[in-house]
């Protein structure tokens, strides 16, 4: 024994972001970006990926240990990493893109992105290039991976899957009215499943599935044999509900959580959002509670 601690999941997952900022960075200097905007690009990394939870990375690396059922060695940890700073960055350009829309003011305990000194609008560009930074890393790591097209496919299908679920909660909830008869529970697990479901937990386990070599019968020249059990569709028939139960906790948290506790500051009472909160209440309520609810 060296008398050192062993790292937790999240610390050693943590140690390996300087290495994956460095290779997007270079492949920005082989752009010949002039300096200013690499240190620009710098700090939107720095600012918008590595400061959160990073329950969706970690999980990740987390799922193929448990599929190896050991400890993973240097080359399966580095696989997975890339993977969950890949989902990290996901997450990352959805909250800039998403703070801008909702007009929030903090996040992760710090302001907005587009509300740090001299960002605003440009927050708009940097929330692409850190999806952009995904298919850079995705392109240095596994370009010659068997599993690569099936990793592109799963990054692009959960960025489309999620920017439908921000569609229908945009046009639910549009700013200058509220009609909550257009609010239901049915629309608002709808939003839930495309919005946060897919990419915060069926994404981090299919690409850990991936990397495990786990076929789907939906693959090219596989069997659709309909005896055989699909384990991408079981673990999706898992994990979706999963991610609902989420964030109906996270619509409570934003309306009654302490701001010091979750980072954030809660807004989809004024933002007028079809949240869990807001669907009980009407389903509960009575005609005179539902006027004061409309008015409010």
């Known amino acids: 024994m060296n008398g ?56 990740v690396v987390d799922t193929l240990q448990i599929f190896k059922g050991r400890e993973l060695d240097p080359k399966e940890y ?6 969950g700073w890949c989902v990290e960055l996901l997450q990352a350009y ?3 893109a998403d703070d801008m829309m909702d007009h929030s003011l903090t996040r992760r305990g710090q302001p907005c992105w587009y509300k740090a000194p001299n960002v605003g609008n440009i927050a708009i560009n940097d929330s ?18 068997p599993a690569y097209v099936n990793l592109l496919e ?8 999620t920017e439908l679920g921000q569609l229908i909660d945009l046009l639910t909830a549009p700013e200058d009215s509220v009609d909550v008869s257009k609010f239901s529970i049915e629309k608002h697990h709808l939003i839930v499943i495309y919005k946060t479901s897919y990419y915060s937990f069926y994404l981090p386990v299919a690409l850990a599935m ?28 898992i994990l979706l509900p999963l991610g609902e139960y989420f964030q109906v906790q996270d619509d409570y948290l934003d309306c009654y959580g302490d701001p010091q506790v979750i980072g954030k500051v809660g807004t989809d009472i004024v933002d007028n959002k079809c949240s869990w909160n807001i669907n009980i209440a009407l389903k509960f309520c009575n005609p005179d509670q539902r006027k004061t609810l409309e008015i409010n």
């Not at 600012?47 to 329950?55: E, F």
């Not at 580095?78 to 993977?83: G, K, N």
């Not at 799963?154 to 899957?161: A, E, I, K, M, N």
């Not at 990397?211 to 991408?232: K, R």
């Open 128 to 145: 692409f290039m850190l999806e952009a930074s995904i298919y850079v890393l995705l392109k240095k790591h596994f370009r010659n991976h």
């Open 4 to 59: 050192h601690p062993t790292p937790s999941p999240r610390d050693r997952f943590l140690e390996f972001w300087p290495q994956v900022k460095k290779d997007i960075i270079e492949s920005a200097q082989f752009e010949k970006l002039p300096s200013d905007a690499l240190n620009w690009f710098e700090q939107n990394l720095e600012y918008n990926t590595p400061g959160g939870k990073l329950n969706r990375g970690t999980s």
């Open 210 to 237: 991936r990397l495990n070599g786990m076929t789907s019968s939906s693959d090219p020249g596989m069997s659709e044999d309909t005896s055989t059990v699909d384990l991408y569709k079981q673990a999706m028939d």
């Open 94 to 96: 959805f909250l800039v």
């Open 78 to 83: 580095h696989s997975a990493a890339i993977l």
């Open 154 to 161: 799963l990054f692009h299908d959960t960025t489309y899957q």
